[in-house]
């Protein structure tokens, strides 16, 4: 009964294909989130949603285009793949965002290392 | 915008040895999250923790949210402990958006 999941695990693909990583959360949170982890180990949040809207994007490319087609569900689509798109890439969810509260704790998925040839 | 830094950027430890790890942050903030990310990449929750002290059997954390810090305490270190720790906070002006400190690299020695 994973919390977080993501698929694929691993993705090998060549420049300038298109690709998608899926990320699905059962513990009932209203908000997702995309980060990306490069090489040197830095995270970094790319987007969130909160109940399927947009509420954060980080001057990621617009080739870079998350779907949230529920609240469960965060996806991510890749178009046009660069060298430089090479990382780890990290789901994660909380019950709400804003403010403190318990309620704002991040879990996180086990990630998709995504490599571009 | 927010500055997170961790200190030491790495550090090496012989099994059985205590340690602090420390974060620094640059303005108020909502939330404050220790991870550890294993040696197979996994992210775990340490805590949450955006003021006062937790203890979780050998690990504590406590966040001085006035003073703009935060301290991860690692008791009797265990080789499993190894990994990189980090450090996320979430400004009070910025609902949403967490931003990672670059990571503390434990390596804990048998």
């Known amino acids: 009964d994973t919390a977080v999941s993501q698929t694929p695990k691993y993705l090998v693909t060549q420049m300038g294909n298109d690709k998608s990583i899926k990320c699905e959360q059962n513990l009932g949170h209203d908000t997702m989130y995309w980060y990306k982890q490069d090489s040197k180990k830095f995270l970094k949040i790319m987007f969130s949603?909160?109940?399927?809207?947009?509420?954060i994007n980080e001057t990621v490319p617009n080739r870079f285009s998350p779907k949230s087609p529920d609240k469960a569900h965060l996806n991510l689509h890749i178009n046009s793949l660069e060298l430089g798109d090479s990382a780890v890439y990290f789901c994660?969810?909380?019950?709400?965002?804003?403010?403190?509260?318990?309620?704002?704790?991040?879990?996180f998925g086990p990630g998709t290392r995504l490599t571009v040839l | 915008g927010i500055q997170v830094e961790q200190s030491p950027p790495d550090l090496i430890l012989q099994e059985g040895a205590n340690s602090t790890l420390r974060c620094n942050f640059s303005d108020s903030v909502n939330n404050l999250q220790w991870f550890h990310q294993n040696p197979w990449g996994q992210l775990i929750n340490l805590f949450y923790?955006?003021?006062g002290t937790k203890q979780n059997g050998r690990l504590s954390a406590t966040t001085v949210a006035t003073e703009r810090y935060s301290l991860l305490y690692i008791s009797s270190s265990q080789t499993t402990d190894s990994g990189v720790y980090f450090c996320?906070?979430?400004?009070?002006?910025?609902?949403?958006?967490?931003?990672f400190g670059d990571g503390t690299t434990l390596t804990v020695k048998p």
């Open positions: 923790i955006p003021s």
């Open positions: 996320a906070v979430e400004l009070n002006t910025n609902a949403g958006k967490s931003t």
């Open positions: 994660a969810s909380s019950q709400d965002y804003g403010g403190i509260s318990a309620y704002n704790e991040q879990f």
């Open positions: 949603y909160n109940n399927k809207e947009l509420i």
